[in-house]
Every structure is written in C-alpha cells, then in structure tokens.
C-alpha cells in the first residue's frame, strides 16, 4: 500500500500529464507516477482495482479544479482505452498577455509557494518558488501553479465502498438540507456514482425499511463499517442509482453567466463544457444548497439566470458572509 496522500498523488499525476504533451497511456502512466507505482503492476493478468478506482477518482477531483485532462487514442478504437493516451495541455493555462505582479504580488505568491515546504510535496514547492523567482527577471514568464483545493469525502468514500464490496452494515452522521443537527443513518451501501462532481451512495436504510440516496458531502463523520455480511435483493442498483439521479438533475438546471479570465470561468467550463457566445453555461445539479454553497465561492463572478430558488439560494449566502464581515447590515 502506498503511503503518499491524495493530494500529492494527484500533484504528481498532473505534473506527469504536463511533462507528456503527446500524451501517455494508463498502464504507463501508473507504472511511473509516486501514488500508484508503488502497487500497480501493469503486466499482472488482473489490474489492482484499489489503484484503477483512485486513478477515476483523481481525474473526477482535478476537473472539479478546472484542469481539464485531455484524451487522444492513437487508433481510434471503440470501447478500449488500452490505446488512450492522456495530457495536459500546458497552453490552456497560460497567463494572459500583459499580466504582470507588483512585489507585493509576487511576495505573497512566494510566501504561499513557501507555505507548501512544510507539508508533504516539498519538492514540488521549491520547484514551484523557482519558477516563481524567475517571473521577477522576464516579463514573458508564466506561472504554472496548482490551488491545493481538494475534496475531504475520501474517508467517507472509502468505508462506503468497503461495505459495498462486502455487503456490511454501516453508520454514520448525515446532514440534511435545513436541518441544524446531523442524525445517525444505518444502511447497507449497494451503490456509488458520481454525477457532476458529486459522490452519491444509494444504500436500504436499515432504521427506515427502504432504499435511500446520501450525497457523501452531507455526510459529517467517518461511516463506522460493522462486521458481517447483510443481504439485500439482487438487483441492478447502479442503474437505479444512475436514473433517480438523471431524474433529479433534470428537475435541477440553471444557467451560469461567468466573468472570463476568472478562476469561475476555467473551473466551470473544465466541469460542464465550452461556453457560449455569452460566456455562460449551462448546469444539472442533484443537491440545490450543495451547489449554492460550492458557487458561493466564485463570488460576483458566477450570475444564475433560469433558477430563481437557486439565484436566490446563492444570494442568501452572500448577504450573510457580507453581513458577518460587516460589509452591509441585513
């Protein structure tokens, strides 16, 4: 078992992509990248599971960043990714011309360059501060960074899908949409997928005699995995899981007029694809203040046309950071 986190595993994956413009195919990528390399072995008969199922996962985390990985397949065959080759196109995150740092610009930029000395990718941080020293003596340097913004449903993910794969009982603390207080769930997870960024567990919810679907986020503790094994019917659960959400995400959509040249505009588009004319896009969510919540962040630079509940959902959470910082009185 490697002993390198997510994030610096992922880091080092997209450092790799940048390093391969050209592309590099899976099992090659695996074999070299620190996170995987240590327990992929690309000429076993059976792939390690435990690694394919991170590597989907890091692709799904890094274009919620806004760093879209790019595929090529050199033969253009269906239905095999043997021949996939996978990059980063440097270019598309090239600073735009003119841009330039003031000292006191490039002073807090080293200071959070320095900042990641003390953590696990101190390599990659001196690398990063040389870059950033040489922006000082040529005006057409770029800055070839990445935000250590990462998704914290790890833990829950992974004792999810250990009780799915053993069919055990679990528990945990879950946070419903208005609810102040987290109540505790006991369910038998039969499924687990990702829609828009989000990790969803459909389980039977062993207190209330049914199948329920959670949005791991809203899970507020680690699931506690309880030992031995719980029948439930067979039946094709990820698809059920795959058309209640689809369902859901077609009740939920809204319209996203985004500022260009804006932290916004490159994570957004890199999720939901090319803007339009009007540099907006358009969006399915499956959850209304888990979205309000994750757009709160892009600030004025992310309007909601068509969803009033949302617009208004985003707005009221402005108001209150604003009112908490004493920007306005509500």
Known sequence: MSTIGKEERQFNLILTLIAYPHGIKRDDLLSIVPGYQEVF????????????RNFERDKVDIAALGITIQTTDENESLNDNQNTR???RESDYDFPEGVTFSQEEMSLLRSAA???RDGSMNLESRKALTKLRSLGFATDDRLVGVAPSMSRTDDAFDALHDAYVKQCKCSFLYLKPGEEKPAKRSVVPVALSDVFGQWHVYSYDLDRKGFRTFLLSRIVT?????????EVPAEDYSAVLAAELRVLALKNQARLQLTPNTDAYSRLVARYGAADANDSVSVQFTDLNVFADELCEFGPHVTIHDNDELAEALASRLRLIASNHGALNV
């Open 86 to 88: 996978y990059f980063i």
């Open 41 to 52: 072995d690309r000429f076993a008969e059976v792939k390690n599971a435990g690694v394919l």
């Open 114 to 116: 320095q900042a990641w």
């Open 222 to 230: 680690t699931p506690v995995v309880i030992k031995g094994r719980l």
